[in-house]
């Protein structure tokens, strides 16, 4: 079967596209390459079952051809940082509501009836109740990115009822892993290994966040593919168990060997629209036969290894 | 104070700015006319209170000034019909989601931080909980305009936390009443007193619907926004009751005098996306002192007298 993956250069999405060749389907690639890094691509640009189309998502022209014969749509390609917002309203907009309507549109000329799209636990705004299940009481955004994911899970849903499309929609926690290019452990790594005395930390220290491995996200992206059958299936990926950022910053100095001195912004929050508490509930997943494999410390302690051996990251991010 | 409000010259917009200008408030309209009325404008163009700015929501340039200097926004501008998004998805994307992120903008760019938005009850898909209460079960869209709303929300309440804004989101079930231009209730009495022996109905005519008058509706909105102080203050609007489609056919068969042989579409469902069954819980509404004063049956018969009046109103229309 052909894939066609958005993002594809992107940490997910790239760690996606090995898996699929892995398996022998035939995948096709698009990225605009303004996150997503060619590097990622180098073991599947060696494979004659992959092809990269670089376009941008907003170019609905581009998007519907390069699709042309696929039969799968894992739409991952956004703009994957929840903390800039309010510094740039139109970008969660464009990039995510905007692109994924593009992307069920040009699925639709072609023909193609089947997504799984890249969710967020952020959709959940400021649960009352933890770990927060898929049905939880109807939320109330807090960020201009879960508002935009919360709008494209929308629309997903209603081109299933409207157009018989089938959708595997997944609300990930922060994903770790090989790759990792953004998110507070990376910015703790990079600020550390730049200067190992001190470092700044957003918020209190004190926000609990739930993380999943990446490997363990694709493995639970493929079971419930395979598995449900519904129109809809919405499906939580994460671990069952969270740490909050101060814990997080232990793992890591310990791992990178350093001892800073820590100062605080303050506040319960990172950011503005900052989840003081993000833990879903996964027994929905776990049904399936699905359990994480890395628990969250073996997960920041995988990615702190892979951040120190792959310094070449840190060059070009935001 | 001055309000701004959007689809100025549409069926509860220009009620609302009657009821405004009654209470001696000043009126900047804004309508690009695509299914306002001018005519409906009528008594509010005769007061010096009132302009009426003709302008696309999605014109943000034209949109921000004409906003300028309003200290309210009340945000109705939309496609409101339910009914033809399978044959038109950009135009929910666009009309309802694009036009509420430029209203937005165009308040941040305008320091105005208060709005009131008109969602709707087709936002909860098809609810498993009668009657459904604002914090529902997390829903499932099925219509790509209830997608559109609900991603408006996200989008109004993400600007609370991260702009702080104030806002008051109304999910109404059908409004009935003077100047009410789409519908079931408009699309039956158009057939019937055009071919008053027979009568088409979509679905099989037990989809059960609520209903509320437009001054009722208007009553609740006013009502909310002076008593509810929270960031983001949502209320379902809607009867204590509601009616199959059978149900309306008899009154308004009935009140026009005609008895037209009935064929039916046939399915559960009027259309794609159609809820077969919409009826809200209104407790939150009613702890402020609310009470509709016109029953369902009232305001059907109420906007059949109002149609046969106004048969103007189906020139023109859709």
């Given at each position: 079967?052909?894939y066609?993956?958005t993002?594809a250069?992107?940490f997910i999405?790239s760690s996606?596209?090995d898996?699929?060749?892995?398996?022998g389907?035939?995948v096709?690639g698009f990225?605009?390459?303004?996150?997503?890094?060619?590097?990622?691509?180098?073991?599947?640009?060696?494979?004659?079952?992959?092809?990269?189309?670089?376009g941008?998502?907003?170019?609905i022209?581009?998007?519907?051809?390069a699709m042309?014969?696929?039969r799968?749509?894992f739409?991952?390609?956004?703009n994957?940082?929840?903390?800039?917002?309010?510094?740039?309203?139109?970008q969660?907009?464009?990039?995510?509501?905007?692109?994924?309507?593009n992307?069920?549109?040009?699925?639709r000329?072609?023909?193609?009836?089947?997504i799984a799209?890249?969710s967020?636990?952020?959709i959940?705004?400021?649960?009352t109740?933890?770990?927060?299940p898929?049905?939880a009481?109807?939320p109330?955004?807090?960020?201009?990115y879960?508002?935009?994911?919360?709008?494209?899970?929308?629309m997903?849903?209603?081109?299933c009822?409207?157009?018989?499309?089938?959708?595997?929609?997944?609300?990930?926690?922060?994903?770790?892993?090989?790759r990792?290019t953004h998110?507070?452990v990376?910015?703790?790594?990079?600020?550390?290994?730049?200067?190992?005395?001190?470092?700044?930390?957003l918020g209190?220290?004190?926000?609990?966040k739930?993380y999943?491995?990446?490997?363990?996200?694709i493995?639970a992206?493929?079971?419930a593919?395979?598995?449900a059958q519904?129109k809809v299936?919405?499906?939580?990926?994460?671990?069952?168990?969270?740490?909050?950022?101060?814990?997080?910053i232990e793992w890591?100095?310990?791992?990178?060997?350093v001892r800073?001195?820590l100062?605080y912004?303050?506040g319960?929050?990172?950011?503005?629209?900052?989840?003081p508490?993000?833990?879903?509930?996964?027994?929905?997943i776990?049904s399936?036969?699905?359990?994480?494999?890395?628990?969250?410390?073996?997960?920041?302690l995988?990615?702190?290894?892979?951040?120190?051996?792959?310094r070449w990251?840190?060059?070009h991010?935001?």
């Amino acid at each position: 079967m052909s894939y066609f993956v958005t993002g594809a250069a992107g940490f997910i999405g790239s760690s996606l596209v090995d898996r699929l060749l892995a398996r022998g389907e035939s995948v096709i690639g698009f990225d605009n390459l303004s996150t997503g890094r060619r590097e990622f691509l180098q073991n599947a640009s060696r494979n004659a079952k992959f092809q990269l189309v670089e376009g941008d998502l907003l170019d609905i022209e581009t998007l519907t051809e390069a699709m042309r014969g696929a039969r799968f749509v894992f739409h991952l390609g956004a703009n994957a940082d929840v903390r800039f917002g309010t510094e740039r309203p139109r970008q969660d907009l464009e990039q995510n509501t905007v692109a994924t309507f593009n992307v069920l549109e040009a699925m639709r000329t072609n023909g193609i009836k089947r997504i799984a799209f890249s969710s967020t636990g952020s959709i959940y705004g400021e649960p009352t109740l933890f770990p927060t299940p898929e049905d939880a009481p109807f939320p109330v955004q807090t960020s201009l990115y879960g508002a935009s994911k919360l709008a494209c899970e929308g629309m997903i849903a209603a081109y299933c009822e409207g157009f018989r499309f089938h959708a595997h929609i997944f609300r990930f926690v922060s994903v770790l892993g090989e790759r990792y290019t953004h998110g507070h452990v990376f910015d703790f790594c990079r600020a550390l290994l730049a200067s190992p005395d001190r470092l700044h930390v957003l918020g209190d220290g004190r926000q609990r966040k739930s993380y999943i491995y990446v490997q363990d996200c694709i493995d639970a992206m493929f079971l419930a593919i395979e598995k449900a059958q519904a129109k809809v299936n919405i499906f939580n990926l994460g671990n069952d168990e969270y740490t909050d950022v101060n814990g997080s910053i232990e793992w890591i100095t310990h791992r990178l060997g350093v001892r800073p001195s820590l100062t605080y912004a303050g506040g319960e929050r990172g950011w503005v629209g900052d989840s003081p508490f993000i833990f879903l509930d996964t027994q929905r997943i776990r049904s399936l036969g699905w359990a994480p494999r890395l628990t969250i410390r073996e997960g920041v302690l995988l990615t702190v290894d892979w951040l120190c051996a792959n310094r070449w990251v840190f060059e070009h991010s935001k």
